[in-house]
């Protein structure tokens, strides 16, 4: 059998700035190649307005969604052993088609992703497996494409899969990177190395929808044209590894929603079963697809369904990729603000780089936390980061309201009420030239919001300007698409003055670290002292001194109040499930 494998991911775009345009996802070297091409267009457009028509290489969405989609079930999920031996492994896979990609991770034990080049290889593999048989213990008989690979020969170290073939899908911890970032030469050098180290990888967006589409087998065993996508930070852009993959269970394409009825002709009688409201229809659905998951989903566990949610959901631990997933239906507008923030991240790769940056701050100081609170969330802090990016002079993006203006018959769309219409045709926007620097922008993102009035002021990306704020709430920050509601709202008065005093203290912090250290010690022993970017991941020192002075002053500290509250929500959550 003929075996064709093609080279591993990354290395088509290592240099060619062509081919770097082609490929949006694959960021590693990308961001870099961007710069390029940023620094190329500031360089030779004379004028004051540079066409993003000149990126055009980039791809919508959509488009990006629908190809990985594709490869994710042209794909199987194989488990090893943690010697396994990859050609012998390789030389047993190509017997059922021709491969077209793999690659080998970590999460508690050893994990091959094999893409094949056409599905029906997918097929033929899953016939020629076998089901073991366990007399002791009775098996659920269903069939998936996570597989488990036995017995394959003997060990052969130095055929083992290579460390860059087998890395671990989690971000390196942060005295690591603090390390790394001092050994940087400019603070830009620095920004755009904290990107690298945590954006997702090709793998990791690959494992990502192949996990959606592990999922999208089970839910179509009551839905088989139902799709599942994807969305949030797993594929906006701004994705760190180690971050949940959110999935929206798709049903739309199959509800006839949008489909014009003919007058004659056959209907299906239980298409769907009637309900009052949509809400209680997507809570009856999460309920069953929630059950097969618990009951069927191979390597799913802890599944819990969170149905009286604002936005009813399952959670679960897939722990064969090692993603904490929140499954949800009839989620539409989540979409269209990933799309929105896709878009904006892709406009200038400046965003991405100052969105990884304080979203990496903000979760060393616990600004932000994986546990549902009073605390910003990375979704909050990044509207934060587009307004103000918003606000610079020029701006370096435009507001909502201008990519609506921008907006087509094509791009309509209006979801439960709310216009979410906006341009998807990226050469139809013009970016005004502003050429500040990482640095100068990092800089001046601190003392933007040290002295930010959240007291009277909501942050508006759709006007992009501060507003007055509609209703009381210590932070408030319109909803791009649903502008009724606020996105911060859960947010509490003591979490805005902790980043108010942790922004005034980065601001003073980075001008006293603005150029690296002259590198001192004997060859191959310099030692590296945190500076620029690195002293700011470091313990706070001010939030220190505040929180001691708080501790004497409150019977209880505000924090552990809300710690408090959360828990408490969650009990209630789970008990109304
Ligand atoms: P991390 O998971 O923290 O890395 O970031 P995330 O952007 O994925 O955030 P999260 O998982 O909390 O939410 C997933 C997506 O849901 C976000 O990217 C938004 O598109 C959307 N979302 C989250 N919170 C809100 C909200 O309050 N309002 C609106 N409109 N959308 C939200
Ligand atoms: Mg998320």
Not at 158 to 180: D, F, M, W
Not at 190 to 199: K, V
């Amino acid at each position: 059998m003929r075996m064709r494998i093609s080279p591993s991911f990354g290395s088509a775009m290592a240099s060619s700035f062509t081919v770097c345009r082609l490929h949006t996802i694959g960021r590693g070297s990308l961001v870099k190649c961007l710069q390029k091409v940023d620094t190329f267009l500031h360089r030779n457009i004379g004028t004051n307005v540079v066409a993003v028509q000149e990126k055009n290489g980039f791809k919508s969405l959509y488009a990006v969604q629908a190809e990985r989609q594709e490869q994710a079930e042209r794909s199987v999920l194989i488990s090893c052993h943690s010697r396994t031996n990859e050609k012998k492994f390789l030389k047993y896979i190509a017997n059922y088609g021709d491969i077209q990609k793999y690659f080998f991770y970590e999460s508690y034990g050893m994990y091959a992703v094999v893409e094949f080049a056409n599905q029906e290889s997918v097929a033929s593999l899953l016939e020629g497996t076998a089901i073991p048989s366990i007399s002791h213990e009775s098996l659920v008989p269903f069939k998936s494409r996570l597989l488990s690979m036995r017995n394959l020969g003997s060990v052969d170290l130095s055929n083992q899969p290579s460390g860059k073939k087998r890395q671990a899908q989690t971000s390196i911890p942060i005295n690591e990177l603090i390390q790394r970032l001092s050994k940087e030469e400019s603070i830009d050098q620095q920004i755009t190395s904290l990107t690298e180290a945590y954006q997702l990888t090709e793998e990791n967006y690959r494992l990502r929808y192949l996990v959606c589409s592990l999922l999208k087998d089970i839910a179509a065993g009551f839905f088989p044209e139902c799709t599942i996508m994807p969305f949030g930070s797993s594929v906006n852009g701004f994705g760190k590894l180690g971050c949940d993959l959110d999935m929206f269970l798709d049903l739309d394409g199959i509800s006839g929603k949008n489909a014009t009825m003919p007058k004659s002709g056959l209907f299906l009688e239980y298409q769907m079963k009637r309900a009052n409201l949509e809400r209680i229809v997507t809570q009856n659905i999460l309920s069953v697809i929630g059950e097969c998951v618990d009951q069927f989903g191979p390597g799913c566990v802890g599944v819990q369904k969170i149905l009286n949610a604002r936005c009813p959901l399952v959670r679960f631990a897939h722990q064969p990729s090692g993603f904490q997933c929140d499954l949800t239906a009839n989620n539409r507008v989540a979409m269209k603000s990933t799309e929105l923030l896709y878009l904006y991240g892709e406009l200038d790769p400046r965003v991405r780089h100052l969105v990884f940056t304080v979203r990496c701050w903000a979760r060393a100081h616990s600004i932000t936390s994986s546990i549902p609170g009073a605390w910003i969330s990375n979704f909050s802090l990044t509207v934060m980061v587009l307004f103000f990016l918003q606000r610079r002079s020029p701006p370096i993006i435009p507001t909502l309201n201008h990519l609506r203006d921008l907006a087509g018959p094509e791009d309509k769309s209006v979801i439960e009420d709310n216009d979410c219409t906006f341009v998807s045709d990226f050469s139809k926007i013009r970016l005004e030239s502003n050429t500040e620097t990482l640095e100068q922008l990092l800089c001046e993102f601190f003392e933007f919001y040290a002295s930010f009035c959240f007291r009277t002021l909501s942050i508006n990306i759709r006007k992009g300007k501060e507003q007055n704020k509609p209703e009381v709430a210590p932070l408030h920050i319109q909803n791009p698409f649903e502008t009724t509601l606020n996105v911060s709202k859960n947010v509490n008065a003591s979490q805005v003055d902790r980043f108010v005093a942790l922004c005034q203290e980065s601001s003073w912090l980075i001008q006293q670290n603005i150029t690296a250290p002259s590198r001192d010690g004997t060859k191959g022993k310099a030692t590296i002292t945190p500076w620029g970017v690195s002293t700011l991941l470091l313990p706070s020192q001010v939030a220190a001194i505040k929180s001691r002075k708080r501790r004497k002053i409150e019977p209880a500290s505000e924090r552990i109040k809300s710690l408090l509250e959360s828990l408490k929500n969650t009990n209630n959550q789970q008990n109304q499930s």
